[in-house]
């Protein structure tokens, strides 16, 4: 489910009091506006529901894979419905279809119970109305995906729990607790002001706490004092010579697992760094404090903490401007580098890139964002295909920008199947398959200037096609990688191929 600000749910008469209508229009309320769905025997009949809620837009995907990359994205609610076996069948030695051949059918909730942070399985209308709610409010208290199940059978029918409209929920917003709020302010305070050269690295769960504004409106790449990404040994240039060499660092939301450690290899010292979690504040080897908001505490500590600009004086001392690609010869094949320099050009703040898993995340991460411009890769997971159901979920809730994604041969295939879709939605981003895994044989084939047809495919894409899908394909060679890609990769494995710890 994508969700967008809430919309008036529809008016409903005594005769469509239905579970599936009553479904329907929570969603709308809550502020779901498209509903990413791969029709099966058990879900038609809420299909039908959700397709007759005006509020609603019904984009069916493919498969399964690509609805939930459509709808997904890490610290997001969503809403994951499926539909049941008929509500008479559960209790009773029949097989069916859609299962796995035994009479239990709870095996389906097994497998989501670790995936999400709330199940339920509606099987009888008294307390559909209860489950569903509480689903739903858990998804959006927790900001996690939840897991809802619905007999096949029940949809269409009508409940007296159904018969008014739904009432708006009111979700009271976590606060902090005042005295520990006050503390870890103090403590980071005290952290901060005695430090020599400190420095503030925002990550990825900044958005999740709403906090952004509160870190210098989520550092954009347009801000004075952006020295760029932390990422360890493949950091952008010059900036992890600055983070590693502080005394201090505070960082606001991050995610700390082995990619993006590059495989552990971080020159950090725990008894240097403040750690901002959404609802916590660990201070060094000291203090911890739970029940703080980030969003609270970051207001808060801005209040108080002193100016200090050496970190950033010292940046610009060592700072060297980067080169630029060389010069492509006449009829010579196109380079990645020169590829990413055509599609920074291309930048604007109503653009997004969505970066697919594998060197597209270093050569996107090269790019300089505009003020506005979006920018969505996949971190936690590292799923290979991710950008294709990505970009159909972005491109369906942010249709005032056009996206464009990055996206390798190998990680195309298995999700290929619904650009269809993006076609179907009318949609106009812009695809680059960078295709390394046939250099040769398409040199055989057709030995052209690659390089030009980039430009004019571009000037096509851009100009006569602006309201279009397009898809331009980059044929490159085999070894044409980013150095931060080799420099990842042999860290990762590495830290992959470590031998047993001694028994």
């Known amino acids: 489910m994508a969700s967008t600000p809430a919309q008036p749910a529809a008016a409903m008469s005594a005769g ?60 997001l609610p969503v809403i994951c419905i499926a539909g049941g076996p008929n509500s008479n069948d559960y209790g009773t030695n029949r097989i069916l279809h859609h299962t796995i051949g035994l009479p239990d059918f709870s095996q389906e909730l ?29 998804a959006l208290r927790e900001s996690k995906p939840v897991y809802l199940s619905i007999s096949c059978n029940l949809p269409g029918l009508p409940h007296p729990t159904f018969s008014r409209d739904p009432v708006p929920f009111f979700l009271a917003p976590r606060m902090s ?70 005394d201090a660092y505070l960082f606001a939301g991050p995610i700390f697992n082995d990619y993006s450690s590059v495989g552990y290899s971080f020159l950090l010292k725990k008894d240097k760094a403040i750690i901002v979690q959404p609802e916590r504040v660990i201070v060094g080897n000291g203090p911890a404090f739970g029940c703080v908001m980030m969003k609270e505490f970051l207001s808060e500590l801005a209040k108080r903490v002193k100016k200090n600009s050496t970190a950033y004086e010292n940046y610009k001392r060592i700072f060297v401007p980067e080169g630029q690609p060389l010069e492509s010869e006449p009829n010579e094949p196109l380079r990645v580098n020169v590829l990413f320099k055509h599609i920074q050009k291309m930048l ?17 991460q090269k790019l300089k964002l505009p003020e506005g411009c979006g ?32 996206i390798g041969d190998g990680s195309f295939q298995v999700t290929a199947q619904d650009v269809s879709t993006m076609i179907r939605c009318q949609q106009n ?72 710890n001694p028994q």
């Open 16 to 75: 469509e009091a239905s579970l599936g209508r009553h479904l329907a229009r929570r969603l709308v309320q809550v502020g779901v506006s498209d509903v990413f769905a791969v029709p099966g025997d058990f879900n038609l009949t809420l299909l039908d529901h959700l397709i007759a809620e005006p509020g609603l837009r019904l984009v069916g995907c493919c498969n399964e894979l690509n609805a939930g990359y459509a709808a997904d994205g890490e610290n």
């Open 375 to 406: 920018y969505e890769f996949q971190m936690q997971y590292g799923s290979i295909g991710w950008s294709v159901g990505a970009l159909l979920g972005y491109a369906q809730g942010a249709n005032t920008k056009r996206v464009i994604a990055c």
């Open 348 to 364: 604007t703040g109503d653009s997004a890139v969505v970066a697919e898993t594998g060197d597209s995340w270093f050569n996107c």
């Open 177 to 246: 607790n005042k005295m520990g709020l006050e503390a870890a302010v103090e403590a980071t305070v005290e952290f901060l002001n005695k430090a020599v050269k400190p420095v503030l690295v925002g990550g990825p769960k900044l958005r999740v706490a709403k906090a952004g504004k509160a870190f210098v409106g989520l550092v954009p790449e347009t801000h004075p004092h952006f020295i760029g990404t932390y990422w360890g040994a493949v950091s952008t240039a010059f900036c992890a010579e600055i983070v590693e060499s502080a």
């Open 110 to 138: 097994r497998c989501f119970q670790t995936v999400t942070c709330h199940q339920a399985v509606v099987t009888n209308l008294d307390d559909a109305h209860e489950q569903i709610d509480t689903a739903i409010a858990t």
């Open 429 to 500: 981003s812009i695809i680059f398959l960078i295709n390394n895994g046939g250099y040769t044989i398409e040199v055989e084939i057709h030995d052209g200037p690659y390089n030009e047809e980039l430009t004019a495919a571009i000037k096509t894409a851009v100009e006569e096609k602006k309201d279009s899908l397009c898809f331009i394909e980059v044929i490159c060679h085999k070894d044409d990688t980013s150095k931060e890609l080799l420099e990842w990769g042999s860290r990762v494995s590495a830290a992959n191929s470590r031998p047993p």
